[in-house]
């Protein structure tokens, strides 16, 4: 699929579009993962060591191996901790940057549809609203009778966006480019600060993480021969939160012209444009002039963590900071980077920050957010 969007992820995102085969094969020395009941009881088990059956991605069906129907109240239980899990998966060619693809003809052209699937989703500024196990978000790309992209749309929580293709970002072979916000992964055409769902939420996505990443394609086009498509369980066990599979997402799967049809037009304001990025201002983009500022720190490492103390400035008539966002990379590790948030408690204190195996001279990047969702600079820090 020639099409596949160019993904310029947040500087400071930990949690990408990868294998939707995390969610089935994570185990490590500290817990595994788990398909369960509406009772909590194994069904089956990602720890091959366990006396369960092995969980895997080709497990997942409509009737599992063995016989049992699988409903929707099955669900799967990840071990909880979600920064190290995601990082050790991101790492390993096997699971990283991966999208599945879909090919819809429609009268007069034919839909694509990229879907990505999530480790995790680290709610709006990580005050664990919206927090939750599993995150299914897509990209769709238009084409008339030609095989010309006319349109796309991008998924944004409950709703989504659409621009036609004159106003869309795109790479220099053609495919669209797409901002997904930190943490919550929604789907944008612009970086920066985004108003969604009436207001209800800012998504932040600066679109600064090196280099943008285009993820590899698997066809799902023929759904019946993939087995966990079918599946009707919840991806995550975080209640309603954690999705359902692509092909129980509604008219977004089953009609995706009227799923358009039915989100917001165009409102990002950007013009046409070769490069990586538009500078041009966008009347969707929240304010940048009355957020929080970015608490001063001291970094050191000590015995597997990172310690930071930090301390609030003073005197501002900007929102007080209450959450820091730290991403964690290391240098001489195969992981990907620990995204983690840290509610702060006073005007200073410590943050204790695991390094779950990161290796070599670090680089962390640091932001802070305001309770309304506003965003400080954003800081990249080196660490021996």
Request: glycine share 12%.
């Amino acid at each position: 699929m020639r099409y596949a969007p160019e993904l310029h992820y947040d500087s400071g995102e930990g949690y990408f579009a990868d294998s939707a085969a995390e969610a089935t094969d994570n185990y490590s020395s500290h817990g595994t993962n788990r398909l369960a009941d509406d009772d909590e009881a194994d069904i089956a088990v990602s720890d091959p060591s366990d006396a369960a059956p092995d969980l895997s991605l080709a497990y997942l069906a409509d009737v599992y191996p063995g016989g049992r129907a699988a409903v929707p109240t099955d669900h799967i239980i990840e071990d909880s901790d979600y920064p190290a899990a995601a990082a050790r998966m991101h790492g390993s060619n096997q699971y990283a940057n991966q999208t599945y693809g879909r090919v819809v003809p429609i009268s007069g052209g034919t839909v694509l549809q990229y879907w990505y699937y999530y480790y995790y989703n680290l709610g709006q500024g990580g005050f664990g609203f919206g927090d939750h196990e599993g995150d299914w978000e897509m990209t769709q790309v238009t084409l008339d009778a030609d095989g010309a992209i006319t349109q796309v749309t991008n998924a944004q929580h409950g709703g989504g966006e659409r621009c036609d293709w004159e106003h869309v970002q795109r790479t220099l072979d053609g495919r669209p480019i797409v901002y997904p916000a930190i943490g919550t992964h929604a789907t944008f055409f612009s970086s920066g600060s985004h108003y969604v769902d009436a207001g209800a939420i800012l998504d932040q996505a600066n679109g600064e993480f090196e280099p943008p990443i285009t993820p590899t394609v698997t066809d799902i086009t023929n759904s019946m021969s993939l087995g966990w498509l079918q599946w009707p369980g919840r991806w995550g066990n975080s209640g309603g939160n954690s999705p359902d599979g692509p092909a129980y997402h509604g008219t977004k799967w089953d009609n995706p012209v009227a799923w358009a049809n039915s989100v917001s037009g165009c409102s990002e304001g950007q013009t046409y444009s070769m490069r990586r990025r538009s500078e041009t201002a966008a009347p969707a983009r929240a304010s940048t002039t009355n957020r929080p500022p970015l608490p001063t720190f001291h970094v050191r490492r000590a015995d597997g963590a990172l310690l930071i103390d930090y301390q609030l400035t003073s005197g501002s008539r900007t929102p007080r900071p209450t959450t820091i966002m730290t991403t964690v990379d290391g240098s001489r590790d195969h992981l990907g980077p620990q995204m983690s948030a840290h509610r702060l408690k006073g005007r200073s204190g410590r943050l204790l920050v695991s390094l779950n195996g990161a290796r070599g001279p670090l680089t962390i990047v640091v932001s802070a957010f305001a309770r309304d969702g506003t965003r400080s600079e954003v800081r990249i820090l080196h660490v021996g």
